[in-house]
């Protein structure tokens, strides 16, 4: 199955990023496929580096997974995120509706 995930809080908050991370991890050893990762509103914090960051993790593992990890423009914008770090891109929402036709599964952390 092919899946989107969507990311609404921010690393430096609560748990959310990290608990997508591991989902995201438990859909690769089971054979399924992430399309995208889209960092929504203070998800997109993910963008800012701060240590303990899971910016690294999720980069390594889109890299190796071959997902798209996505900052909504909007947030990004918000939190003055204007260069994305290395293997993110800022997309808009647009995006989103496209995964969400692309993919089997979207799902959110909160």
């Given at each position: 199955?092919?899946?989107?995930?969507?990311?609404?809080?921010?690393?430096?908050?609560?748990?959310?990023?990290?608990?997508?991370?591991?989902?995201?991890?438990?859909?690769?050893?089971?054979?399924?496929?992430?399309?995208?990762?889209?960092?929504?509103?203070?998800?997109?914090?993910?963008?800012?580096?701060?240590?303990?960051?899971?910016?690294?993790?999720?980069?390594?593992?889109?890299?190796?997974?071959?997902?798209?990890?996505?900052?909504?423009?909007?947030?990004?914008?918000?939190?003055?995120?204007?260069?994305?770090?290395?293997?993110?891109?800022?997309?808009?929402?647009?995006?989103?509706?496209?995964?969400?036709m692309d993919s089997d599964r979207v799902i959110t952390f909160a």
């Amino acid at each position: 199955m092919n899946y989107t995930l969507v990311v609404v809080e921010a690393p430096d908050v609560g748990r959310a990023p990290f608990r997508a991370l591991s989902f995201a991890r438990a859909l690769k050893s089971s054979g399924h496929h992430l399309q995208r990762v889209f960092f929504y509103g203070p998800g997109v914090r993910i963008g800012l580096a701060w240590e303990g960051s899971p910016q690294q993790a999720w980069h390594d593992f889109a890299t190796e997974m071959g997902s798209e990890l996505l900052l909504c423009s909007a947030s990004a914008d918000r939190w003055q995120i204007k260069t994305p770090p290395e293997g993110f891109d800022i997309a808009g929402l647009g995006s989103l509706m496209e995964a969400g036709m692309d993919s089997d599964r979207v799902i959110t952390f909160a």
